[in-house]
T-cell receptor, first 112, second 114 residues
Framework: NAGVTQTPKFQVLKTGQSMTLQCAQD?????MSWYRQDPGMGLRLIHY???????DQGEVPNGYNVSRSTTEDFPLRLLSAAPSQTSVYFC???????????FGNGTRLTVT | GNSVTQMEGPVTLSEEAFLTINCTYT??????LFWYVQYPGEGLQLLLK?????DKGSNKGFEATYRKETTSFHLEKGSVQVSDSAVYFC?????????????FGKGTHLIIQP
């Protein structure tokens, strides 16, 4: 029972590089979302999806892209990394109508 | 807009002490309220929830009561253990919460000393 799986666990990028944070869930949840966690800021919503082919912006979407081609996967793309994107990123999923988000273990990203 | 305010941490207690972590919220209407817990190196886990006024959520010895009159959802536990050391997040959501996300507080780091 894998739940929500995020890869990689750690990543260091140089300013301007691009990368994709992977997120996969095996619970057939329709809703998926990405959060970033920063000290003293709590969690802030980046992007979310209510189903395959549907995505929308959250509170802090700038600098990030998402797509949802399948129910299982919801990758987060950084097009041109900036030091301000240094953070811990969490992917979460839930079935429709449920408030109980299931979180992955996070990706710690450092941009130098 | 919606917001959640939690007491600043870290909160340091001795084992078997009584715990209260304060949480107040600002929102229109009647949101659902939640407490999530994050253990070191892990993602957040739902600890308990309440969906309407005067509801009490409980789990693993933790309790919180939805107080509409004071817009609060304080987390309590009668006797804490070292294993309760974690970061606790208060959150609110409307209509299921999964679609457009929850609004989280900044988190309270709890440290329990043996």
């Amino acid at each position: 029972n894998a739940g929500v799986t995020q890869t990689p666990k750690f990543q260091v990028l140089k300013t301007g590089q691009s990368m994709t944070l992977q997120c996969a869930q095996d619970m057939n949840h329709e809703y998926m979302s990405w959060y970033r966690q920063d000290p003293g800021m709590g969690l802030r919503l980046i992007h979310y999806s209510v189903g395959a082919g549907i995505t929308d912006q959250g509170e802090v979407p700038n600098g990030y892209n998402v797509s949802r081609s399948t129910t299982e996967d919801f990758p987060l793309r950084l097009l041109s990394a900036a030091p301000s994107q240094t953070s811990v990123y969490f992917c979460a999923s839930s079935p429709p109508g449920s408030e109980a988000l299931h979180f992955g273990n996070g990706t710690r990203l450092t941009v130098t | 807009g919606n917001s959640v305010t939690q007491m600043e941490g870290p909160v340091t207690l001795s084992e078997e002490a009584f715990l209260t972590i304060n949480c107040t919220y600002t929102a229109t209407g009647y949101p659902s309220l939640f407490w999530y817990v994050q253990y070191p190196g892990e993602g957040l886990q739902l600890l308990l929830k309440a969906t309407k006024a005067d509801d009490k959520g409980s789990n693993k010895g933790f309790e919180a009561t939805y107080r509409k009159e004071t817009t609060s959802f304080h987390l309590e536990k009668g006797s804490v253990q070292v294993s309760d050391s974690a970061v606790y997040f208060c959150a609110l959501a409307y209509s299921g919460g999964g679609a457009d996300g929850l609004t989280f507080g900044k988190g309270t780091h709890l440290i329990i000393q043996p």
